[in-house]
């Protein structure tokens, strides 16, 4: 059975860091493109940043230079650093496994506060 739970969540200050982990289990996670992806209300869910298996990291424009993706293969454990927190940063924040087959977390709130 494939789980991924996402930690970390919260509400911060404008200005203020979170760091977000997802635990993944069930997966030869070392061999899993992992990203995390973000949903606000009413909009669609969109790609945050992603990590390859081997590495290469991938960031959306809007948190470029803010945002750090990264993983623990001994841990299976991804993590997103964000730091310099904006209001429009709050969003329910999913963490995804890809093998090619997609796994989701539950999601875990970001609330930023201005």
């Known amino acids: 059975q494939v789980q991924l739970v996402e930690s970390g969540g919260g509400l911060v200050q404008a200005g203020g860091s979170l760091r977000l982990s997802c635990v993944a289990s069930g997966i030869t996670f070392s061999a899993a493109a992992m990203s995390w992806y973000r949903q606000a209300a009413g909009k669609r869910r969109e790609l945050v940043a992603a990590v390859s298996s081997g590495g290469t990291t991938d960031y959306a424009d809007s948190v470029k230079g803010r945002f750090i993706i990264s993983r623990d293969n001994a841990k299976n454990t991804v993590y997103l650093q964000m730091n310099s927190l904006k209001p429009e940063d709050t969003a329910v924040y999913y963490c995804?496994?890809?093998?090619?087959?997609?796994?989701w977390g539950q999601g875990t709130q970001v609330t930023v506060s201005s």
């Open positions: 995804k496994a890809a093998l090619p087959f997609a796994y």
